[in-house]
């Protein structure tokens, strides 16, 4: 990524009057530079969160208290799942769109280029917050990313550090929604309609409104959490006429949605990839619109899926049950849609290509353990247990991660200017599949045979499976250090790039931007025809 | 590509390795859900079995085919790309037979969903309490009425920090197990005193969240005897994973006999607030209350876990005028892990627990804490 | 409302800004004001020298980024291009705080509907709040003083009524500067002003009145929650409105602002009107019903 510094340097002074150096990067209004800052940013977060969920692996490689004391633990749990889902997973789409959208639909920048800057600026000093609160007295807070009261309101200073870090990654994301909803709607070269679009942009689209309409919600939950900490509010307590249950309501009506937020976007990678290595246009284009909205509508009305065991009244269970079932069928039109693309294709199985069919195997099988958990009776089985941890680390990681890595691979030429090593593209790919599987699918074994999660320390029973997780855990996250040399060296000593590296890739920022892309694309429009 | 074959076989050598190395599990490790216990925990068997027989039926089908057309239309045996995009047709019927299978998956759970939820005609009604970290039980209707007690882990600290080997219930072993009969429908109403916990217990299909200051009610009906395990299922603080639930089922005669028993014992062991204590009569029984209601947050040694958890060796408070720590003892401190235990705890054993603290390690005050001072200072 | 640029709306080129500091300067300023009230919070008034810093260097980034985007907006740097992403922004920004409230108002809903009625049910009552009963307003089982619920028809409706004609005196004023009447745009803007500051004296005065005779604050349970949280959350929306309109008088004043190219005005109009629309659903659900 660096390489596109050294090519265009001197392109980027013919805008007169920028910045150097450091301050090149802090006050840049580029789209390529930012969503270069993004994908950094969320690399350097995934490895924090990555390296707590090592530590949360070391500990239960076997029963008893080995490493570190169950109050630590539960800070570990709630810091690892906060960093990975804010600060790893949603900027990595946050900067494929920043680099993509623009040249995908002809743009000459996003349409707020200095808010862009400011989305992105807000991002360290709210992670450093989240950092911060491991040192305040209490250290940070011990209460899963869910934030439930009235948990909440025990903890100490590292609570309210969170909870202003929300507020900061809530502002960025609605600037960023904002953004991006405008550059789509707005900045379109002529020609380029919005059923012309890349898929990509699409998901974008939906899920930047899916932000505007659940991030501020999510503002709202953590304020009360903050007065009821300390102005004596008594939102989420009994004794006031408040209930705990109330926060839960507020929470998942955001932490639902959410989940699509982050799932969307990488439905938008994957349907650039596949077609691109199937060489055939992606099937179904209308129908993946129209599926991706029912989605986006549908995840609003599903939120109490999460709270079965809160004791609903049973229309209420059966209402969420239903709504939960249907997003199935959606979904379901996007994998057939995706297996529909390959089908009599002419498919190569470059790295890119190889992620994106491990996300569609993973996915749908993280899919299916969704639809047992959407079953009212199996769910009070298993909510709370580590089938759910095995259900949403098969679609978060397995869905959103891989197709991050698919994305990087597949965009990363565009962007450099250089090719990957494809060798060890592979490695990186088999290697994750082996061990991401090895993690995680024994810990639906754990979930269903009655293992709690977020404890540190467990029954005797639960040992082989716990044991092998870690291992898995432990090969992934080297796997991971592979990765990083990879990307490093394809930045420093690839191969140069062709124009289209891929055949089949056939949207605009391939075929009508040369590779690497410079520094200022469609500064004037283009027809499309 | 040489990768995947060598990769498998690094997969099966560590899974090996991982086996042979978790010497403690013996037994082969579990990978379903517990034997049922229940009739509604085996109609969630059947339902959970069913439906991953459906699923996995799908997902062979759509991979199957997947994995069909990958192989099947590789570039590198030279298949050329058709062009088609779209077809209303096939895109109507894979929309609408999942529906189908949605609406086919929902009819029978929907019936275990309304069976789960009909909480009327209890036989025994039981009311559990959450508290950081152990469960309260008392028994409200029903044969054994106005039994009541607290039930905490019983695994000692030496086991989980590993100085000891451990037992074979680790971790799901409590003093007091929560005792009921066969075949009886029982009805459990959970609530909680500080936090938000979970009641749980899987071979009767039973999971409910206990809220502070909000009734919430399941039930279960146990056709099989013997001692069921399991552990709180909501993430309520520091013990969170320290606090089992373990109940007994016996059968009518047997739980007969343990009634009568437990109000036996209760009759016996009535603590008498009216009466005067001595400073050694309280120390000693407040020690046997601090290590059972204290010890988790400010540790056997009285040094606490600051700053979590203040010390009581050389506090303020526990050194302090008596009438405070009386009240903080009976209030709790709102807004810390500091409980009110007006509740869990009755007038002697707060005044003996009060005074052993202010007589145990550093703390000297020499006082006697009378059970009567605790209850003149109650709301 | 706002509509895609088609061809002939747009120029050939549309406005990248410069590069510049602002952001990063707003990041600082928030995050030194977090970790301020973190600790003012907590206890240590030490924080509020890390807050008042952080204030201020907030205000000073809002001078000079608005300052940047006044001088290029008046150095005629934005055509219709421009303007339409402006409109959209607005739009959706709106949306977002509209959904900010949605959330509160839930926490309203829920107080009334669900969890005090469920807290006085008949099991409820037996095993843990005996006597509760479901009354609105309410400040829970646990509350024992007494407080007098704040009355819809005093203050409240003189608040609406002011709040109303401020929308109507600020839609006349746009009229103005419509039509190029400048005397009747900068005099309405100005009427506008002071409508909202008085509704804004009348609240504090209001929360006075609550505080000192009718015993009800901000910890009177869920009803002094919600009362505060959601009239006080739409005092400070009506400030920022009241000093953006401020703000739009100074450059009504200094000739800002042509008839057909003025978005500003408009946006701190559209925002004015949902601060508006949400102080008439405030009191028909909060004081009112
Ligand atoms: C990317 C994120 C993501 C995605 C996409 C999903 C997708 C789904 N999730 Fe998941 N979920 C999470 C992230 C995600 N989830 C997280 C993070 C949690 C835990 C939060 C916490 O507690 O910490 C969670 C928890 C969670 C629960 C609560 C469990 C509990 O705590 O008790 C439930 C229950 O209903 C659920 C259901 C579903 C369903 C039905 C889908 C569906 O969208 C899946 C749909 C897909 C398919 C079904 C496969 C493809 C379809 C076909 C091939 C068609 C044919 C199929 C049929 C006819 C069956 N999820
Ligand atoms: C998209 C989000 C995301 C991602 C990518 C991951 C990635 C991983 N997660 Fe996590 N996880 C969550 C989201 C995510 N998780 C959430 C939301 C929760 C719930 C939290 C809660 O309960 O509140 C959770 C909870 C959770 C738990 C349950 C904890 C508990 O209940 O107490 C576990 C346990 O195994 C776990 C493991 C892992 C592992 C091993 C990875 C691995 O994939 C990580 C691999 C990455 C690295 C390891 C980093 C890169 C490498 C290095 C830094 C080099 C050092 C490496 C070594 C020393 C080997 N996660
Ligand atoms: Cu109690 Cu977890
Ligand atoms: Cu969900």
New binding site residues.
């Given amino acids: 990524m660096s390489a596109v510094i050294d090519s265009h340097g001197q392109a980027h002074d013919h805008h007169g009057g920028g910045y150097g150096g450091i301050m090149r990067w802090i006050t840049t209004t580029n789209h390529k530079d930012i969503g270069t800052l993004y994908l950094w940013f969320s690399f350097i977060m ?6 707590m ?2 530590v ?2 070391a500990e ?1 490689f076997e029963p008893g208290l080995q490493f570190v004391n169950p109050d630590f ?2 800070q570990l ?2 810091m ?2 906060l960093i ?2 804010f600060g ?2 949603m900027p990595a789409f946050v900067g494929f769109a920043n680099w993509q959208i623009p040249m995908m639909i002809g743009a000459p920048d996003m349409a707020f280029a200095r808010m862009n800057n400011w989305s992105f600026w807000l991002l360290p000093f709210a992670a450093s917050m989240l950092m911060l609160s491991f040192f305040m007295p209490g250290g940070a807070p011990g209460v ?3 934030l439930y009261a009235p948990l909440t309101v025990q903890m100490g200073m590292g609570m309210d550090l969170t909870i202003f870090a929300i507020h900061l990654l809530g502002m960025s994301s609605i600037m960023g929604s904002i953004n991006i909803i405008t550059t789509i709607l707005n900045m379109r070269a002529p020609g380029m309609t919005l059923m012309r679009m890349p898929l990509f942009c699409w998901t974008w689209l939906i899920t930047a409104y899916m932000l505007l309409a659940a991030m501020p919600v999510f503002a709202g939950a953590v304020t009360m959490t903050l007065t009821d900490r300390h102005f004596g509010t008594s939102f989420f307590n009994a004794a006031g006429g408040g209930d705990p249950v109330l926060y839960q309501h507020i929470f998942w009506f955001f932490g639902h949605p959410e989940v699509y937020i ?1 799932a969307l976007p990488a439905f938008g990678v994957i349907s650039q990839v596949i077609p691109a290595f199937s060489r055939k246009p992606l099937f179904g284009y209308a129908s993946m619109v129209y599926a991706t909205s029912a989605i986006a509508i549908l995840s609003f009305m599903v939120w109490a899926h999460h709270m079965y065991t809160v004791g609903m009244p049973v229309t209420g269970q059966l209402f969420f049950m239903y709504a939960t079932m249907l997003i199935a069928a959606p979904t379901g039109v996007k994998v057939f849609n995706w297996v529909a693309t390959m089908w009599r294709g002419s498919l190569s199985f470059e790295t890119p290509m190889l992620f994106a069919c491990g996300f569609l195997f993973l996915f749908t099988l993280g899919g299916f353990t969704g639809l047992v958990l959407a079953l009212v009776p199996v769910d009070i089985q298993l909510q709370d247990t ?1 089938y759910v ?1 095995a259900h ?2 098969y679609v ?2 397995a869905g ?2 891989f197709s991050a890595f698919a994305g990087i691979y597949f965009w990363l030429p565009k962007w450099t200017g250089r090719m990957y090593d494809e060798t060890l593209g592979k490695w990186h790919f088999w290697l994750s599949m082996i061990f ?1 599987n090895m ?1 995680f699918f024994v ?1 639906h074994f754990l979930g269903l045979a009655g293992m709690p ?4 320390d467990y029954p005797l029973m639960f040992e082989t499976w716990n044991k092998i ?1 870690s291992i898995g ?2 090969g ?3 796997t ?2 592979l990765f990083l040399y990879i990307v490093l060296k394809a930045i420093r000593s690839g191969e140069k790039a062709p124009q289209r590296p891929w055949e089949g890739a056939d949207s605009i920022d391939w075929t009508m931007i040369p590779t690497p892309a410079p520094y200022h694309t469609f500064e004037t429009p283009p027809v499309i025809k | 590509m040489t990768a995947p074959g060598l990769l498998t076989a690094l997969l099966y050598g560590c899974v090996l390795a991982a086996a042979v190395s978790s010497g403690n599990a013996e037994a082969a490790a579990p990978w379903n859900l517990q034997p049922a216990a229940s009739r509604l925990a085996a109609d969630i068997h059947d339902l959970h079995e069913w439906v991953m027989i459906l699923v996995t039926v799908i997902f062979v089908g759509v991979f199957g085919f997947m994995f069909w057309a990958v192989y099947a239309h590789r570039k590198s045996v030279g298949h050329k790309a058709a062009h088609f995009h779209e077809n209303t047709t096939v895109e109507i019927i894979w929309t609408v037979i999942p529906l189908i299978i949605l609406v086919v998956i929902a009819w029978p759970v929907t019936k275990t969903v309304i069976a789960q939820k009909d909480t009327s005609n209890a036989d025994i009604t039981i009311k559990v309490t959450g508290y950081q970290w152990k469960w309260g039980y008392d028994y409200i209707k029903g044969e054994g009425e106005g039994i009541s007690f607290i039930s905490t882990l019983s695994t000692p600290r030496d086991q989980i920090e590993g100085r000891a080997p451990k037992g074979e219930h680790y971790l799901l072993e409590v003093d007091n197990e929560l005792v009921v009969p066969i075949g009886k429908k029982v009805r459990v109403l959970t609530t909680a005193a500080d936090v938000i916990h979970s009641w749980w217990v899987p071979v009767f299909g039973a999971k409910q969240d206990a809220i502070p200051g909000f009734i919430r009610d399941i039930w279960f009906k146990a056709d099989k005897t013997g001692t069921f395990r399991s552990q709180c299922a909501e ?1 309520c603080g520091k013990d969170h994973g320290f606090m089992p639930v373990v109940v007994r089922v016996v059968s009518a005669e047997d739980y007969t006999k343990w009634v009568a028993e437990q109000k036996k014992l209760a009759a016996a062991s009535a603590d008498d607030p009216n009466k005067s204590y001595t400073l050694d009569e309280l120390k000693a029984r407040g020690e046997k209350v601090y290590a059972a209601n204290c010890v988790a947050c400010h540790q056997a040694t009285g040094k606490g876990a600051p700053p979590a958890f203040p010390p009581l060796d050389g506090s303020k408070v526990v050194n302090g005028p008596k009438n405070d720590q009386i009240a903080l003892e009976l209030n709790g401190k709102p807004g810390t892990a500091m409980a009110a235990f007006d509740k869990q705890l009755n007038d002697v054993e707060l005044a003996a627990v009060i005074t052993f603290t202010r007589n145990a390690w550093g703390n000297k005050t020499g006082e006697a804490i009378q059970p009567s001072e605790v209850k003149a200072l109650r709301k | 409302m706002a509509q895609t640029a088609t061809s002939a709306t747009r120029q050939q080129h549309y406005h990248v800004p410069q590069p510049m500091p602002w952001p990063i300067m707003g990041s600082t300023a928030l995050f030194l004001m977090a970790l301020g009230a973190t600790f003012v919070f907590n206890g240590s008034m030490g924080g509020w020298v890390s807050t008042s810093l952080g204030f201020m260097i907030l205000l000073y980034m809002m001078y000079r980024w608005f300052g940047d985007v006044i001088r290029e907006s008046e150095g005629g740097k934005y055509g219709r291009w421009e303007d339409l992403s402006f409109r959209w922004g607005m739009s959706w920004f709106i949306f977002s705080e509209v959904m900010f409230f949605a959330g509160f108002f839930g926490a309203l809903f829920w107080a009334r509907a669900m969890s005090v009625p469920d807290l006085s049910s008949l099991l409820s009552n037996e095993l843990l709040w005996p006597g509760f009963k479901n009354l609105w307003p309410s400040a829970g089982p646990g509350f024992a003083e007494k407080f007098t619920p704040m009355g819809a028809w005093g203050i409240p409706a003189i608040n609406t009524l002011l709040l109303l004609s401020s929308g109507v005196t600020l839609t006349i004023a746009h009229w103005g500067l419509v039509n190029n009447k400048r005397g009747q745009l900068n005099l309405f803007l100005f009427l506008t002003i002071a409508l909202g500051v008085t509704f804004l004296g009348l609240q504090i005065f209001e929360y006075g009145h609550a505080y000192s005779e009718l015993n009800l604050k901000l910890s009177t349970g869920v009803y002094g929650s919600t009362f505060f949280m959601l009239t006080g959350f739409h005092g400070f929306h009506v400030t920022i409105g009241a000093i953006m309109l401020t703000v739009m008088l100074f450059r009504c004043l200094s000739g800002h602002f042509k008839p057909d190219h003025h978005f500003a005005f408009e946006a701190v109009a559209w925002y004015w009107h949902f601060v508006d629309v949400v102080w008439l659903l405030l009191f028909i659900l909060v004081y009112w019903l």
């Fill in positions: 995934f490895m924090t969160g990555g390296a969920a090592m949360i692996r239960l633990f539960n749990t709630t690892h799942g990975m889902v790893a997973i899963g990313w869910t982050i580590y941890v949403f680390h978060m990681v959103a991660l991401f993690i810990q999660r977020r404890i540190p997780s855990a432990f992934f996250g080297l991971q250090l | 993430l």
